[in-house]
T-cell receptor
């Protein structure tokens, strides 16, 4: 059974700092991995999707890497802003009808 | 981009009543939709896969008679929590693949259910 873990569970950083969120998964036989953002009481916004054959994806200040063999992914956020404050979730797709297994998330707070 | 609309965003009900949650794909057709549940400070757990024109597929441990799913059209799936109890209080969220070859899933805004 696939298990997804995210570390740290919570993180507080001052504005402007670069930061890294970590995601690990137990079964390396994945189809893709996605990073999502969730604001309190809201739905999820897809940030980046990395195919199993890819090593990284970039979008603006966000960069996600994937090391499938070691079961790890990182989300790098450059020059953090207060608007980045949210919970960040990673999820792996094992290729079975797009069913996702989610991590428990990292709650990020960027302070002024 | 693809938009998934979920309604209502919040509902408070008495124990024993039934609650219906709607999930609509606004600018695309979705033959499949997914229903997730999220308890406070926990991750999303897949409850069931809604299939247009056929029965839903439920994950292990999810009571199909408790959580009724109907996917009557290519743009609408509904989740009905029957005879709700306080332990059913949770955040329910639906998602759908846009079916354009884009593998990203698009999520509704979620429904916070509170059963008194």
């Amino acid at each position: 059974k696939q298990e997804v873990t995210q570390i740290p569970a919570a993180l507080s950083v001052p504005e402007g700092e670069n930061l890294v969120l970590n995601c690990s998964f137990t079964d390396s036989a994945i189809y893709n991995l996605q990073w999502f953002r969730q604001d309190p009481g809201k739905g999820l916004t897809s940030l980046l999707l990395i195919q199993s054959s890819q090593r990284e994806q970039t979008s603006g200040r966000l960069n996600a890497s994937l090391d499938k063999s070691s079961g790890r992914s990182t989300l790098y956020i450059a020059a953090s802003q207060p608007g980045d404050s949210a919970t960040y979730l990673c999820a792996v797709d094992t290729g079975t009808a797009s069913k996702l297994t989610f991590g428990t998330g990292t709650r990020l707070q960027v302070t002024l | 981009g693809a938009v998934v609309s979920q309604h209502p965003s919040r509902v408070i009900c008495k124990s024993g009543t039934s609650v219906k949650i709607e999930c609509r794909s606004l600018d695309f057709q979705a033959t499949t939709m997914f229903w997730y549940r999220q308890f406070p400070k926990q991750s999303l757990m897949l409850m069931a896969t809604s299939n247009e024109g056929s029965k839903a597929t439920y994950e292990q441990g999810v009571e199909k008679d408790k959580f009724l799913i109907n996917h009557a059209s290519l743009t609408l799936s509904t989740l009905t929590v029957t005879s709700a109890h306080p332990e059913d209080s949770s955040f329910y969220i639906c998602s759908a693949p846009p079916g354009t070859g884009d593998e990203k899933l698009f999520f509704g805004s979620g429904t916070q259910l509170s059963v008194l």
